[in-house]
T-cell receptor, first 117, second 116 residues
Framework: ETGVTQSPTHLIKTRGQQVTLRCSSQ?????VSWYQQALGQGPQFIFQ???????GRGNFPPRFSGLQFPNYSSELNVNALELDDSALYLC????????????????FGPGTRLTVL | AQSVTQPDIHITVSEGASLELRCNYS??????LFWYVQSPGQGLQLLLK????DTLVQGIKGFEAEFKRSQSSFNLRKPSVHWSDAAEYFC??????????????WGLGTSLAVNP
């Protein structure tokens, strides 16, 4: 069973640029959640995708957007990068049979470390 | 507002000593409760969770946690710490219902150092 993988591992961008982060969910999982973890902080929920549709969103501006593909892998896109976007971005996958459950265990990838200069 | 508080930012214990990491939450109803561990360069790993029932839950790696409704707490314990337990520990909560609020809400974490 393959776990959650994320790419790239590290990324350096400059202010104003755009970035795409990728996540492959664990085999059999249909739900992907994205989190932002700033240095010394706990993760902050960005959004969740269930069966290719956004299924909940945290307090992040529209320049944070995402996609989920038919194979349940996912992308996180961030436009107009700001210095404060520097963080570890975590992807977590889970299996949700109905799209309304709040308790399915989420399995996390190792994250992508984004640095914005 | 919904929140999770981990009062201890950093804790150092000696190997073999007991450990207790504190977690308090503020929520309208009893949420689902979780403890995760994060080691450098690795993803977050679920140690244990509480949904309902027995308030003392057992997890992996010899950890346990006790839910106390009256104190809105979910403290993590381990009777004897191993050097490999050095990591960042996060308490998190999730709403006990579905809908558009299925996100995990996290504490700031407690960094655990273990002295030989």
């Amino acid at each position: 069973e393959t776990g959650v993988t994320q790419s790239p591992t590290h990324l350096i961008k400059t202010r104003g640029q755009q970035v795409t982060l990728r996540c492959s969910s664990q085999s059999g999982h249909n739900t992907v959640s994205w989190y932002q973890q700033a240095l010394g902080q706990g993760p902050q929920f960005i959004f969740q995708y269930y069966r290719e549709e956004e299924n909940g969103r945290g307090n992040f501006p529209p320049r944070f957007s995402g996609l989920q593909f038919p194979n349940y892998s996912s992308e996180l896109n961030v436009n107009a990068l700001e210095l404060d976007d520097s963080a570890l971005y975590l992807c977590a996958s889970s299996f949700d049979s109905s799209g309304t459950s709040g308790y399915n265990e989420q399995f996390f990838g190792p994250g992508t470390r984004l640095t914005v200069l | 507002a919904q929140s999770v508080t981990q009062p201890d930012i950093h804790i150092t214990v000696s190997e073999g000593a007991s450990l207790e990491l504190r977690c308090n939450y503020s929520y309208g109803a009893t949420p689902y409760l979780f403890w995760y561990v994060q080691s450098p360069g690795q993803g977050l790993q679920l140690l244990l969770k509480y949904f309902s029932g027995d308030t003392l839950v057992q997890g992996i790696k010899g950890f346990e946690a006790e839910f106390k409704r009256s104190q809105s707490s979910f403290n993590l314990r381990k009777p004897s710490v191993h050097w490999s337990d050095a990591a960042e520990y996060f308490c998190a909560v999730s709403p006990p219902f579905g809908g558009n609020n299925r996100k995990l809400i996290w504490g700031l974490g407690t960094s655990l150092a273990v002295n030989p």
